[in-house]
């Protein structure tokens, strides 16, 4: 039962233009989403956050939506470059705050 | 600070051998979570801890697995026996305590189960 799903396993973008990566949620009830970045042999590290209660958040280069009506976020990369190339994973924050429900990713890939 | 420190790296072992895997979290973390990353299920949640008390172990897959965690820097996750299905990598991860949005997560052991 998979409460967070990533329904693109990869993506391929070229150095420069706009990285978009998707995420659905089923759970109504989460109050925080967040995205993580993860190189190959290494953990997943925190990328950026945003809260239920708002619909925008930005950091930098990158920028997460939240549609909260079509249970949809998704993170912008803008622009991208090939340190980015990793895999983004997004989560949902469940109700007793500690519990983090993952997708199952997506590998990016940014093309010099 | 050293980070979520995970041990070993890498794991290969035969099927029906038990399997312990080792965390040490960021010093001043309460809650420890430990999770598996498979090709088929992505990142999921095994079980998490509160100030050494396990919360929820609802993500264990069966009565092979078992966590602990004795004290406030160390944890293990045990397989036993283990099984090739059991092959994934797992992660473990700290942050400060209830209502953190942030986990820190350590490199990771890479189990293979032959």
């Known amino acids: 039962d998979q409460q967070v799903k990533q329904n693109s396993p990869s993506l391929s973008v070229q150095e420069g233009r706009i990285s978009i990566l998707n995420c659905d949620y089923t759970n109504s009830m989460f109050d925080y989403f967040l995205w993580y970045k993860k190189y190959p042999a290494e953990g997943p590290t925190f990328l950026i956050s945003?809260?239920?209660?708002?619909d925008k958040n930005e950091d930098g280069r990158f920028t997460v939506f939240l549609n909260k009506s079509a249970k949809h976020l998704s993170l912008h990369i803008v622009p991208s470059q090939p340190g980015d190339s990793a895999v983004y994973f997004c989560a949902g924050r469940g109700y007793n705050f500690n519990k983090f429900y993952f997708g199952s990713g997506t590998k990016l890939n940014v093309k010099p | 600070d050293a980070g979520v420190i995970q041990s070993p790296r890498h794991e290969v072992t035969e099927m029906g051998q038990e399997v312990t895997l080792r965390c040490k979290p960021i010093s001043g973390h309460n809650s420890l979570f430990w999770y598996r990353q498979t090709m088929m299920r992505g990142l999921e949640l095994l079980i998490y801890?509160?100030?050494?008390?396990?919360?929820?172990d609802s993500g264990m897959p069966e009565d092979r697995f078992s966590a602990k965690m004795p004290n406030a820097s160390f944890s293990t996750l045990k397989i036993q026996p283990s099984e090739p299905r059991d092959s994934a990598v797992y992660f473990c991860a700290s942050s400060l305590g209830t209502g953190q949005t942030e986990q820190f997560f350590g490199p990771g052991t890479r189990l293979t189960v032959l």
């Open positions: 801890f509160n100030n050494n008390v396990p919360i929820d």
């Open positions: 945003i809260s239920s209660i708002k």
